[in-house]
T-cell receptor, first 112, second 114 residues
Framework: NAGVTQTPKFQVLKTGQSMTLQCAQDMNHEYMSWYRQDPGMGLRLIHY???????DQGEVPNGYNVSRSTTEDFPLRLLSAAPSQTSVYFC???????????FGSGTRLTVV | GQQLNQSPQSMFIQEGEDVSMNCTSS?????WLWYKQDPGEGPVLLIALYKAGELTSNGRLTAQFGITRKDSFLNISASIPSDVGIYFCAGQNNRGSTLGRLYFGRGTQLTVWP
């Protein structure tokens, strides 16, 4: 039982490049979310999903796409990276019957 | 979106002192949670509060769910060096259009001097 696994842990991109941040959970959780964390800003919700095939926007969705084709995986795509997307990204999941989200250990992204 | 105002933003205390932080919201929540984040890690749940007025303890931690459902506080007694980290409040409604969404405060950075 690995919990929530995020890859990669670190990434440097050039402006305009695209990439996908991976998130996988092995707990059969229905709910999954992506957050970004910036100094002094707390955790801001990017996109979330309440089940396979269902996604919705959070507070800061612009520049990011998601899909949820399986219960286990919730990838976050940056289509054209910008310096403003330099941040630490966290994926989290929870069961629909509980309230506690389990977080991954994060992906630190730098866009130059 | 719903805003959570968490204070203080940072605290510098001596080992053994008590700590208090609080969170207020412009909207009502039916669940309040407190998380702690260690450096390089994701947040981990400390305490969850389920109803207005509830007071819950977990070791040296005590948290309360405000009567108005728009606020919560967290106390840490007799702080120790491993209490260092960022503490986040979070609110959740778990129904309707906000189902599955967890709203976070901006965090309180706690530093404990030996």
């Amino acid at each position: 039982n690995a919990g929530v696994t995020q890859t990669p842990k670190f990434q440097v991109l050039k402006t305009g490049q695209s990439m996908t941040l991976q998130c996988a959970q092995d707990m059969n959780h229905e709910y999954m979310s992506w957050y970004r964390q910036d100094p002094g800003m707390g955790l801001r919700l990017i996109h979330y999903s309440v089940g396979a095939g269902i996604t919705d926007q959070g507070e800061v969705p612009n520049g990011y796409n998601v899909s949820r084709s399986t219960t286990e995986d919730f990838p976050l795509r940056l289509l054209s990276a910008a310096p403003s997307q330099t941040s630490v990204y966290f994926c989290a999941s929870r069961d629909s019957t509980t309230i506690d989200y389990t977080f991954g250990s994060g992906t630190r992204l730098t866009v130059v | 979106g719903q805003q959570l105002n968490q204070s203080p933003q940072s605290m510098f205390i001596q080992e053994g002192e008590d700590v208090s932080m609080n969170c207020t919201s412009s909207s009502i929540f039916n669940t309040w949670l407190w998380y702690k984040q260690d450096p390089g890690e994701g947040p981990v749940l400390l305490i969850a509060l389920y109803k207005a007025g509830e007071l819950t303890s977990n070791g040296r931690l005590t948290a309360q769910f405000g009567i108005t459902r728009k606020d919560s506080f967290l106390n840490i007694s007799a702080s120790i060096p491993s209490d260092v980290g960022i503490y986040f409040c979070a609110g959740q409604n778990n129904r309707g259009s906000t189902l599955g969404r967890l709203y976070f405060g901006r965090g309180t950075q706690l530093t404990v001097w030996p």
